[in-house]
């Protein structure tokens, strides 16, 4: 069971660049959304789905762009990397049939310069 | 969405119990109690979800007192590996999808 894939594991941005940070689902889940943890914090919610084509905005959105064109995908992108988005990254999804207990990625350590 | 208030840390030494309290004084009607465990470098993993009064799995024990406002997480006879970050989230299981807010979470440290 493949469940929440996250790439890539890994990921070093100088200043300005842009990137994607790829999440899917096999388990036909409605909700996704994205978290960032800093080190040594609780995870803050960036930007959430509650289905294809509709998204919304969590805790902390600024500088971050999600859709939601299927079901499986989740994307979330970084316009122009800041050093202050250095963290690590997790896609999450759960479905109302089990009381939206959510189920995580491995997670995306990225590092801005 | 109710907010959590749970202890930063706590201590515990292998073979013991540890209960972990949660307090969410704002806990609505169709909100459920949701707890994760979450290993350094890893995602946050499902433990257990109760409603009210007590639910019990393979890994923990969750209970809950009539007013909802608390619950407590019980690991019993801890091991070295279960030294990790415990977060007490609540939420309604069915329209607040995806919009889960997590607190601080309690760093639990067992030691030999």
């Known amino acids: 069971n493949a469940g929440v894939t996250q790439t890539p594991k890994f990921q070093v941005l100088k200043t300005g660049q842009s990137m994607t940070l790829q999440c899917a689902q096999d388990?036909?889940?409605?909700?996704m959304s994205w978290y960032r943890q800093d080190p040594g914090m609780g995870l803050r919610l960036i930007h959430y789905?509650?289905?294809?084509?509709?998204?919304d905005q969590g805790e902390v959105p600024n500088g971050y762009n999600v859709s939601r064109s299927t079901t499986e995908d989740f994307p979330l992108r970084l316009l122009s990397a800041a050093p202050s988005q250095t963290s690590v990254y997790f896609c999450?999804?759960?479905?109302?049939?089990?009381?939206?207990?959510?189920?995580f990625g491995a997670g995306t350590r990225l590092s801005v310069l | 969405l109710a907010k959590t208030t749970q202890p930063i840390s706590m201590d515990s030494y292998e073979g013991q119990e540890v209960n972990i309290t949660c307090s969410h004084n704002?806990?609505?009607?169709?909100?459920?109690i949701t707890w994760y465990q979450q290993f350094p470098s890893q995602g946050p993993r499902f433990i257990i979800q109760?409603?009210?009064t007590k639910v019990t799995n393979e890994v923990a024990s969750l209970f809950i007192p009539a007013d909802r406002k608390s619950s407590t997480l019980s690991l019993p006879r801890v091991s070295l590996s279960d030294t990790a970050v415990y977060y007490c989230?609540?939420?309604?299981?069915?329209?607040?999808?995806?919009?889960?807010?997590f607190g601080q979470g309690t760093e639990l440290s067992v030691k030999p």
């Open positions: 999450a999804s759960s479905t109302p049939r089990t009381k939206n207990i959510q189920y």
């Open positions: 388990m036909n889940h409605e909700y």
């Open positions: 789905s509650v289905g294809a084509g509709i998204t």
């Open positions: 704002n806990i609505a009607t169709n909100d459920y």
């Open positions: 109760g409603y009210k």
């Open positions: 989230l609540v939420g309604d299981g069915y329209n607040q999808g995806g919009k889960l807010i």
